[in-house]
């Protein structure tokens, strides 16, 4: 069984002063949401394409570890992940970077256990697999 999601993106004018809108209609959380030019490359209240990327990265990224820790048998108190991604103009723009920083309380789980099954999560959630010529790294560390 599949999922599909979908989002819609307006734009209307030119690139540097044109503007634009993002909507997700099904879950109603982006509604006309504004993006633009200003609010990509610079400090301009809206969002982004990599905003809405590092968002999607650290969902999917959170709840791929969740699963591995319940499957495991250490199911987690709390999981907290910032996700950074890096938009080079060098060569024409790319992604240039993704960073993961994921700190969690586990119970009862090995720093290296805990490493281990962190890595797993980073490498087989569907957003890193689907991001994969990007290069990703993993901060992961568990508190108290």
Known sequence: MGISRHAIARWTGDLKSGKGTLSTPQSGLLDDTRYAFSTRFGDEKGTNPEELIA???AGCF?????A????AGFPPESLETRADVDLSMDGGPQLSAIRLKTRARVPGIEPAKFR???DDAKQNCPVSKALSAVPLSLDAELEG
């Open 55 to 57: 968002a999607a990265h």
């Open 62 to 66: 959170t709840m791929a570890l969740s």
């Open 68 to 71: 591995k820790l319940t499957e």
């Open 116 to 118: 281990e099954l962190a």
